[in-house]
């Protein structure tokens, strides 16, 4: 069983920056983030696959990027230009295949969640 730990959340202003890291304790190939917010579902923010390929919610383009470093089995969320909208407990999530998903119910493994608050 592989175990996920996030990193990097806390409280900043709108317009600010936060980089969110995600360690696994074993090899895992696609990797996601999550995030949900009070009263709404959990949605996909974020994907990568095992070959490094990006998938990223609308909402998110252009301010956000995934990436990972295989060596260290970690999986990075760099966040910029932070909205209140984006206010929210953010989860890191793996799966055993290659190819990522923005479905959350096709991967194995998740961190406990790390809480972004954005304030305006």
């Known amino acids: 069983q592989v175990q996920l730990v996030e990193s990097g959340g806390g409280s900043v202003q709108a317009g600010s920056s936060l980089r969110l890291s995600c360690a696994a304790s074993g090899r895992t190939y696609a990797m996601g983030w999550f995030r949900q917010a009070p009263g709404k579902e959990r949605e996909n923010v974020a994907a990568?696959?095992?070959?490094?390929?990006?998938y990223y919610a609308d909402s998110v383009k252009g301010r956000f990027t995934i990436s990972r470093n295989s060596a260290k089995d970690t999986v990075y969320l760099q966040m910029n230009s932070l909205k209140p909208d984006d206010t929210a407990v953010y989860y890191c999530a793996g799966r055993p295949t290659s190819a990522p998903s923005r479905r959350d119910y096709e991967y194995s493994y998740w961190g406990q969640g790390t809480q972004v608050t954005v304030s305006s």
């Open positions: 990568i696959s095992g070959s490094g390929l990006t």
